[in-house]
């Protein structure tokens, strides 16, 4: 850490050192036995359960999927078994669809079962060509329609590379040319919903993260007048690393104080500014999120350092972040399965503005990627909505990260703050809930000691 002043760093150390700890609080780990076993177990339950319900939903009897090693379609990747950090060589995944309520034929076009549930399909002593050994499998399989994965509007639905196309098509025979079609929507599907087995164990993926939010925004990391803003921003790296989990960005924390400096919260998103010591009457904000058994995290959450004297947050900054948590409750009041991400936002901030909250909304799905496959409901730079995937429907079953900021004038400092917040939340047929909750009153910097007042 880099002082500002002459405090003496041994002294630092030493209260540092001298800190009640709340490492007791981050719950338990698995070890990386447990983990594997856990995601091979999610994953043979959407192979088996979920994956036959959105073929037949989005009428594709076959999705082919193709990769390379290291070059992996984004689908690919959250299809393999734990044990797979990779495709290998080439990797070809077929599933076919039979009808009749009849068990999906999953097949691997590739020298290797992948893991358990795909069978390797190639036998190379009579089709020595790969190809060749797919060709053979949809002929004999003959589908309506050949699913493979592009697509203009998500990256995640875009993974076969032009390569791959080309040598596919060159060897499928014509009259099965013209049933290719995109995946896309099958795709998305299979990224953006959430199993059962899934949401047993999100809840304490989200709760670890709250938790290292928690340890971040407290006297164990911050000494006012000497910690600033990354070095808050390396202990949550660090913190991530040493609990042997992984983060998908790198999290980022700001200040807004009573100074003549207007604050921009596009500045969060584009052109941070530089590392700032933390002072008392600070507000500060922090976005961060972990990947933890093949899932994320995304959260944005305030603290408020007190002054001396002070014993609580001011009224006046109460107030404002009460404006936060109301946006966020008109925003998912929306949530209804069938409503496009567009038609959430311009219905939410219509609701806003008659309430008087100056609000910017910028939500988006959360699952196997930070920034997931779904419906997009607003960016920071597209209020108006977003064509494409803002076009996208609400689907029952489906994680969403609640993003978004309020604009409030606070008096006392002659300027406007923004109250950003962000909460990972699930949508079901019971309507949508937070999946650890959400921050309800600011965090105080340091924490209230009980029966010292």
Request: glycine share 6%; net charge negative.
């Amino acid at each position: 850490m880099r002082s500002f002043s002459t405090f003496p760093l041994l002294t630092f150390l030493l209260l540092f050192l001298s800190l009640p700890s709340f490492s007791q609080t981050i719950p338990t780990i698995l070890n990386e036995r447990e983990r594997a076993e856990t995601v091979d177990a999610i994953l043979e339950d959407r192979f088996e359960n979920l994956l036959p319900q959105l073929m037949r939903r989005e009428g594709v009897d076959m999705w082919v999927i193709i990769s390379r090693e290291y070059n992996e379609d984004p689908v690919m990747k959250t299809m393999l078994p734990s044990t797979w950090l990779s495709a290998r060589r080439r990797t070809i995944m077929v599933f076919y669809d039979p009808g009749e309520g009849k068990p999906l034929d999953k097949l691997a076009i590739a020298r290797y079962d992948v893991g358990t549930l795909l069978k390797g399909e190639w036998d190379i002593s009579s089709n020595p060509d790969q190809w060749d050994a797919l060709v053979k499998v949809i002929q004999q399989k003959n589908p309506k329609q050949i699913a493979l994965n592009y697509s203009k509007n998500y990256a995640h639905a875009d993974g076969l590379t032009y390569t791959e196309q080309q040598e596919f098509m060159n060897k499928l025979p014509k009259p099965f040319q013209a049933r290719v079609t995109s995946a896309d929507r099958l795709a998305v599907a299979w990224l953006e919903t959430r199993t059962e087995k899934e949401m047993v164990i999100y809840p304490m993926i989200c709760r670890i993260s709250h938790q290292i939010i928690q340890e971040a925004f407290s006297e164990k990391v911050i000494q006012p007048g000497v910690t600033t803003t990354d070095d808050v921003v390396w202990y949550l790296r660090q913190r991530v690393t040493d609990l042997g989990l992984d983060t998908w960005f790198h999290p980022t924390v700001d200040i807004q104080r009573a100074d003549a400096t207007n604050f921009d919260h596009l500045r969060t998103f584009s052109k941070r500014p530089g590392q700032q010591v933390i002072m008392p009457g600070d507000l500060l904000h922090t976005d961060f999120g972990i990947t933890y058994l093949r899932l994320n995290t995304d959260q944005q959450q305030i603290a408020y350092v007190l002054k001396p004297g002070e014993t609580e947050v001011p009224d006046y900054l109460k107030k404002a972040f009460r404006q936060g948590n109301r946006l966020q409750e008109i925003l998912t009041e929306q949530f209804t399965a069938g409503k496009s991400g567009n038609q959430i936002l311009l219905d939410a901030l219509a609701q806003s503005e008659k309430e008087g909250i100056n609000g910017s909304i910028y939500t988006h799905p959360i699952g196997v990627h930070g920034h997931a496959a779904g419906p997009t409901i607003g960016m920071w730079d597209a209020q108006g909505g977003v064509k494409g995937p803002g076009d996208y429907p609400l689907f029952p079953n489906t994680a969403y990260s609640i993003e978004l900021n309020a604009a409030v004038k606070i008096d006392e400092w002659n300027k406007t703050i923004r109250i950003m917040l962000e909460e990972d939340g699930y949508f079901d047929k019971n309507g949508f809930r937070y999946i650890d909750g959400r921050e309800t009153e600011i965090y105080t910097v340091p924490r209230k000691i009980e029966y010292v007042r």
